[in-house]
């Protein structure tokens, strides 16, 4: 898989009400010298005002954009800050307040998100993305983003949280993105616009994930493709199934933690497990250990203990969760009249649907 940056080179829960007019770009400030401030025109067809609804323009040299009612979006730090504001308070701003933590202290491209990208991107052949417009919503720094910009036209990069400045950093090299920040349930894009969308790892945070599923659903285009990736549990009890549980009871406690703190404690728990789950599931499938092959926690194996230190801190932090058996999951996608081509649990569902 080649590095998206090369790529570049070659190509060249609560419910959400707007508050007020966005600030102009001199209240919101410019983005950091040598990143574009150029949106790519596929996305600025595919925006809408998220107060009014209407199409938007980009607005000159400035950067951002604005409706012919007037209302403005600046461009922060290199990102399109479209974001509005709760209604009430809730696990929404809990929920944006871990994952911003999290990326921006988690904020680097590693080697091994390529390794992660192959398990994510396994069903879909990316090739056929060529020529696409695409949405990766819930980017997080934006780390799956990069490999799938190598293959689309242009993609617009969505997260509700500060992490958007993390991705922002990390995707400002690739001028055929736009990192937009929005929650998920009130992006401002027009309805069956986007050629593919991904979402991964996010829905399972929201208080109703069906309600984001469904809202996502709607940006999708006939003969679109979507990719998820669920959070799962099993359908019997068994060593997994003790291990959620344990798991589940230790989130009571961690999830109330200074986020500084958690990051802290997130290192030895990571350890434990890297240690006495991940390496004797190394040496077992080397050695042909049954007994050892069999344990859990697979996608880890190869991969440094940095990686587990991450996912364990997303793990323990996220104030909401949710887990799926497939009866569950299958008539989402049918509800919404889409056609699932692939789903498999590999500890999570990896699901690809496209619509008719």
Not at 152 to 176: C, F, I, Q
Not at 191 to 200: G, M, N, Q
Not at 259 to 280: D, E, F, M, N, T
Request: aromatic share 8%; hydrophobic share 40%; with cysteine.
């Amino acid at each position: 898989m080649a590095r998206p940056d090369t790529a570049a080179r070659q190509r060249g829960p609560a419910a959400l009400v707007f508050t007020g007019v966005a600030e102009s770009p001199e209240e919101g400030g410019r983005a950091p010298r040598g990143r574009s401030t150029v949106i790519p025109s596929e996305i600025v067809e595919r925006l809408r005002c998220p107060a009014c609804g209407e199409p938007v323009e980009e607005v000159g040299p400035e950067g951002g954009v604005r409706c012919p009612a007037g209302h403005r979006y600046a461009m922060r730090n290199g990102y399109l800050d479209c974001a509005q504001r709760a209604a009430a308070e809730g696990s929404t701003d809990r929920t944006f307040a871990s994952f911003g933590f999290e990326w921006n202290h988690f904020d680097d491209v590693r080697d091994e998100d390529e390794g992660f990208a192959e398990i994510y991107f396994k069903d879909l052949d990316l090739a056929s993305l060529e020529g696409k417009v695409g949405l990766d919503a819930g980017c997080g720094k934006g780390r799956y983003t990069r490999f799938l910009a190598e293959h689309l036209t242009a993609t617009a990069a969505l997260d509700g949280s500060s992490a958007v400045e993390a991705a922002a950093r990390n995707l400002g090299g690739l001028p055929s993105v736009l990192v937009v920040k929005s929650d998920l349930r009130s992006a401002p894009f027009a309805p069956a616009s986007f050629d593919f969308i991904s979402s991964l790892g996010v829905l399972h945070h929201l208080d109703d994930p069906q309600e984001g599923f469904n809202r996502l659903a709607t940006y999708l285009a006939p003969g679109g493709r979507i990719l998820l990736y669920l959070y799962s549990r099993p359908a019997e009890f068994g060593l997994r199934a003790a291990a959620l549980s344990v798991a589940s009871a230790l989130r009571k406690i961690t999830v109330k933690l200074p986020h500084r703190l958690l990051k802290v404690v997130s290192a030895p728990v990571a350890s434990i497990l890297y240690w006495g789950v991940v390496l004797p599931g190394e040496y077992g499938d080397r050695h042909g250990v049954a007994a050892l092959a069999g344990l859990p926690m697979s996608a880890y194996r190869g991969k440094p203990l940095r990686s587990l230190v991450l996912d364990t801190f997303d793990r323990l932090s996220a104030p909401v969760e949710h887990r799926y058996v497939w009866e569950e999951l299958a008539p989402w996608f049918s509800g919404a009249g889409l056609v699932v081509d692939a789903a498999r649990d590999e500890t999570g569902w990896f699901v690809l649907a496209h619509r008719r």
